[in-house]
T-cell receptor, first 117, second 113 residues
Framework: GAVVSQHPSWVICKSGTSVKIECRSL??????MFWYRQFPKQSLMLMAT?????????EQGVEKDKFLINHASLTLSTLTVTSAHPEDSSFYIC?????????????FGPGTRLLVL | KNQVEQSPQSLIILEGKNCTLQ??????????LRWYKQDTGRGPVSLTI?????NTKSNGRYTATLDADTKQSSLHITASQLSDSASYIC????????????FGQGTELSVKP
């Protein structure tokens, strides 16, 4: 149980185009999902918190107009990288959170590798 | 400042050997501590979770310890296998932070035949 999928697993695009990444919780519902990016040899960096039915909360330094997040249902959140540039090339990972009592557990997706040419 | 520090940064061991990874944290209010394994190009996978009252948790060949007084944790890997080669990340949660996690930088483990 508690499986999170991401699609696509990798994408190559031209500079200036937009790319949409989907994050799905396959066997559970998640009111809260998170989006991270990870550069080589570095740990995950939180980009934004996505709550179902409301606007995402972005971390300081993350451009909300560039990284559009939509959490339309309890099992799906999408991240759209608008007008992508080479510096947006990175590994993007989502997670879906489940709360059990006071313990909140994030289940991570397999990641999406984005390469902008 | 809420921080998680791991050591060593990288480690190379021979297959079959044991190893121990360290994690020190300065996080408050502490909720729980997890160890994750992240294979290259994949998302993190949870190995163990420990709350304040737990000091040992095992998952197969992985054994995690927690000393809440000294704010230290360790992950011991027994009889290492080539498939254990990965990044091991120590992650701490705080109470009432909307689920946000504080990540360590990870220890890159390489198991050689």
């Amino acid at each position: 149980g508690a499986v999170v999928s991401q699609h696509p697993s990798w994408v190559i695009c031209k500079s200036g185009t937009s790319v949409k990444i989907e994050c799905r919780s396959l066997d559970f519902q998640a009111t809260t999902m998170f989006w991270y990016r990870q550069f080589p040899k570095q740990s995950l960096m939180l980009m934004a918190t996505s709550n179902e039915g409301s606007k995402a909360t972005y971390e300081q330094g993350v451009e909300k107009d560039k990284f559009l997040i939509n959490h339309a249902s309890l099992t799906l959140s999408t991240l759209t990288v608008t007008s992508a540039h080479p510096e947006d090339s990175s590994f993007y990972i989502c997670s879906a959170m489940v709360a059990s009592g006071t313990i909140e557990t994030q289940y991570f997706g397999p990641g999406t590798r984005l390469l902008v040419l | 400042k809420n921080q998680v520090e791991q050591s060593p940064q990288s480690l190379i061991i021979l297959e079959g050997k044991n190893c121990t990874l360290q994690c020190n944290y300065t996080v408050s209010p502490f909720s729980n501590l997890r160890w994750y394994k992240q294979d290259t190009g994949r998302g993190p996978v949870s190995l163990t979770i420990m709350t304040f009252s737990e000091n040992t948790k095992s998952n197969g060949r992985y054994t995690a310890t927690l000393d809440a007084d000294t704010k230290q944790s360790s992950l011991h890997i027994t009889a290492s296998q080539l498939s254990d080669s990965a990044s091991y990340i120590c992650v701490v949660s705080r109470y009432n932070q909307g689920g946000k996690l504080i990540f360590g930088q990870g220890t890159e483990l390489s198991v050689k035949p």
